[in-house]
């Protein structure tokens, strides 16, 4: 068995919870936000950024000042020691997936924030954001465009940018010059 179908959902699990699964829409469902969001988002395909990859998309018009997500309760989270160990005790891919959906908060550098029930992290990173750090609205976004954040609000400790490049990963400071 694999960690990371212990630790949470997959990405398309998420991509189900945050309504984005075309059951719903084929029996007249609206889709309804995934708890941690408290507008009518969607998971979607995001081609523009690599293979496989998803983003999160308004349903509705969101306003200037609206907080979009919130996180309830503690935000779980893995010591940079323990993460080694982890990682090589699962697949090269899911090591990957795993680092690529985890976070480093720059007021708390020794850990990796690794929350696989929220859909927040198919947030992707721009230079032109629409929801700053806090998951609030920083201008009107209209429905159907993609929610984005610029990832550089977040750390990168020498203990992330290692594990990164062990995995081949890009860290997120690397995405944000991309993109």
């Not at 309504?19 to 988002?41: I, S």
């Not at 893995?78 to 090591?95: E, F, M, N, T, W």
Request: charged share 25%.
């Amino acid at each position: 068995m694999r960690f990371l179908l212990l630790t949470g959902p997959t990405p398309d699990q998420l991509a189900a919870q945050a309504g984005g699964v075309d059951a719903d829409k084929r029996h007249g469902v609206p889709p309804t936000p995934p708890p941690d969001f408290t507008v009518p988002v969607e998971v979607r395909d995001a081609p523009q950024y690599g293979e496989g990859q998803r983003g999160i998309f308004a349903l509705a018009r969101i306003s200037r000042g609206t907080v979009c997500h919130r996180k309830w309760g503690p935000v779980p989270k893995v010591h940079h020691g323990s993460l080694p160990a982890i990682l090589k005790a699962i697949s090269a891919s899911d090591a990957q997936q795993y680092l690529r959906r985890g976070c480093v908060n720059p007021m708390d550098p020794d850990h990796l924030i690794i929350d696989f029930d929220s859909a927040a992290c198919f947030v992707n990173h721009s230079r032109k954001p629409n929801l700053d750090s806090g998951g609030r609205a920083i201008r009107d976004i209209l429905p159907e465009e993609e929610l984005l954040m610029n990832y550089r609000c977040h750390a990168e400790p020498a203990w992330y940018q290692e594990l990164c490049a062990d995995y081949d990963v890009l860290t997120e400071r690397q995405i944000a010059a991309l993109f």
